[in-house]
């Protein structure tokens, strides 16, 4: 029976049903942690034959014959970034490969662009009294961290179904000249796990920005990271932004840190050639290229797209049961009782899960003083706050199966438990 | 005999005999190449142990059994911090792990004072109009790129048997809130090859600097880059400093990747407790942390610093045999026209030649038409620019040891031949 049709004494009985519930949880004194969208060390384990797979200095000759151990290449190897431009679907000459980081990667363009502006830009972003950039939201924390360690003023836009809220990006990004990028999490989107449909990704392409330099941080964290055979979609941004002239506003993100290794991966950036150019020249002024023996291990290991995608496969199967064991008990535990919602992803790291407006600190306070840890409500927004105080992340991966489902169990019982409380003071 | 003492009728003979030995050369047509500090093969083959050091998913945990594969320890696994920690003889709070390149952790440093400024700053550089680095040349050239990239305005001052002119830093220094920072490669300096000396070190630490965020940095790449057991001695500058009360100006930097892997070494960054903590919460926003399992491997590998030590061993019976060939003939060659002058470095990776006045671009250009190359006249200097025209970069690392005296003793003829040509045109 869902809550709203409750009476006052329903809800009481069921308060004291959930009551109970909780306290049974808390009396286990457990210590779960679901707060992380880290591999488990199964994923890991996937990795193994990488580790030694340069073994002398003849392995570590790239496939012409340069010594990945010495300095040189400094846009990477080409034969990996063959694979990766192959799997993101644009031209060699459109992608670039970084080091271990790609958040690193967003934060030194980003940091180029406020020290140095971009080609099309007037001034540096810096000169800037305040620039601004959209932040499609619930959306990925460490976005958001970067604008905020920057002081790029963040706007909040609302996730849908489709993706972010198109009206009102092309509303806003036509209108204020100072705001100058958006991020976004296109596939497997993290928090909400949706894919942004074909029209919103064509409205990207296509849309009029009053700033010149108005750039899209085009996160592609979770291209391959699929849970089932049949795969949400993405269209190419890149493709359909050169059918509009927009290539340049294009900056798409790519790793292996969920495929290989979460601190040893390498990571990847795409966009127009003429963007990849100029970054090659910036950052060729800012270090000395990043480790190509690694990006060797990596090609050697995967051979080729084939290679990651059976990767990926195996991947799946271990997450998909925890994602599916999670959306089980939601439906189980929270099914009937209409208080929260949630989207199940076909992909990606996260499932998002909206309680009771106003419930989600309590849900996740609840779920502290029975032991188990959630993500930080908030740490999904700007400026780390959620405006309804109703969004949860969900990170199943480094948590055991056997625990996955329990965990989720319990999340369900907090979440009513907030619920009723809050109900039955309105009562 | 000294050129400067000839006749004009010797100079002309010496003239003609310099040419056909020049063109004795050209007829060669060799493809030799000094130009670049890379280490040779024989180098990189000195760590090919450590490429399969880590073999499997426990091997890949650290001393605290914490999974080097997976997020986390973002400053570094503590075993290797401590290695280097005591290599640099700072604190273990004193110092971070970067990644492969220390170029990127100064740029890093840098581009962050632009963008947010330092704890003393009263506001970020980039909010000057300009700022100002002193640059002690002939020096660095990757230094001056930086300086050049973010529109920092260089000062050249002159490099001294000591170090840089002390005299004339702290009076730069001591009058000019613009001027926020200095270059230094204080041991086996690049490209001089000269150590500071003590008062130089604790002038560096005392000195008054008009700006409060003021920062040296004090590239000590060539730290433990000894060629011989007796090794040039280099005050601890952050020890002299935390003895001024100094600390937050110093950052140190040093790296393996002329110790193990030229492309895919570690590098760390040392400095005052209060700084590295403040700069570790910066990294933490700008990415995800550097790569651990390289770090490990890296660990596993040296074991402790003997481990370190006695690779910089093998390093230097490679390179020293180099390095006395090019004094050698340098000695034969020119040791008599009293043209040119050289220091003898006890380690590092250059030698730097100073030929007669206005006649070093010529030089070049003699080297490069008979099929040797050597390092671009200028790279030395801010700007691309040396006022002497004289300087010589000898990089002897990456020649062959059969071919490096040959080299050294075709620069001689054509530094002589240059030299002559300037000679006979004011005779």
């Known amino acids: 029976m869902r809550y709203l049709d409750m009476t006052k004494e329903q809800l009481e009985a069921e308060y004291e049903l959930q009551k109970k519930n909780w306290q049974a949880i808390k009396d286990q004194n457990l210590k779960l942690d679901m707060s992380r969208g880290k591999p488990e060390k199964g994923q890991l384990d996937l990795s193994l034959d990488m580790l030694c797979v340069l073994k002398n200095d003849v392995d570590c000759q790239n496939r012409d014959g340069f010594d990945t151990r010495n300095y040189g290449l400094p846009t990477g190897i080409p034969e990996l970034k063959e694979i990766f431009a192959e799997i993101l679907g644009v031209e060699k000459d459109e992608i670039l490969t970084g080091g271990n980081s790609s958040l690193n990667m967003m934060y030194n363009i980003i940091a180029d662009g406020m020290l140095l502006g971009f080609a099309e830009s007037e001034k540096p972003w810096c000169r800037y009294d305040k620039i601004k950039f959209l932040c499609p939201a619930p959306g990925y924390d460490r976005h958001f961290s970067i604008c905020q360690h920057l002081g790029i003023e963040m706007i909040p836009v609302p996730m849908l179904e489709t993706g972010p809220d198109m009206n009102l990006i092309e509303k806003l990004a036509g209108e204020d000249e100072t705001i100058k990028g958006i991020w976004c999490v296109p596939k497997y989107s993290n928090p909400t796990g949706i894919t942004f ?56 993100f790519c790793s292996t840190s969920k495929v290989t290794l979460a601190g040893g991966g390498v990571c990847f950036v795409a966009s127009s050639k003429a963007n990849i150019e100029r970054l090659a020249k910036q950052l060729s002024m800012e270090g000395l290229g990043y480790d190509k023996v690694n990006q060797l291990r990596h090609y050697r290991f995967f051979r080729d797209k084939e290679g990651v995608y059976a990767i990926m496969k195996k991947h799946a199967a271990i997450l998909r049961p925890k994602f599916e064991a999670v959306i089980r008990e939601f439906e189980a535990g929270m099914g009937d009782a209409g208080i929260a919602h949630w989207h199940t992803p076909h992909g990606g790291y996260f499932i998002s899960l909206d309680v009771m407006e106003n419930t989600a600190k309590r849900t996740w306070e609840l779920a502290h003083e029975a032991g188990v840890t959630l993500t930080n409500v908030g740490a999904t927004f700007p400026y780390g706050k959620d405006p309804k105080n109703e969004n949860l992340r969900i990170a199943p991966s480094n948590v055991k199966l056997e625990d996955v489902g329990t965990i989720a169990k319990y999340v369900c019982v907090c979440a009513k438990l907030a619920a009723l409380e809050k109900l039955l003071q309105k009562a």
């Not at 993405?234 to 927009?246: I, Q, R």
Request: with cysteine; net charge negative; proline share 2%.
């Open 197 to 252: 449909s074909d029209e919103t990704v064509r409205r990207f392409a296509a849309m009029k920005t009053k700033a010149p330099d108005f750039k899209i941080f085009w996160d592609n964290a979770y291209l391959i990271h699929d849970l089932y055979d049949e795969a949400d979609s993405l269209l190419n941004l890149l493709d359909e932004a050169k059918k509009c002239g927009t290539q340049d506003r294009v900056f798409e």
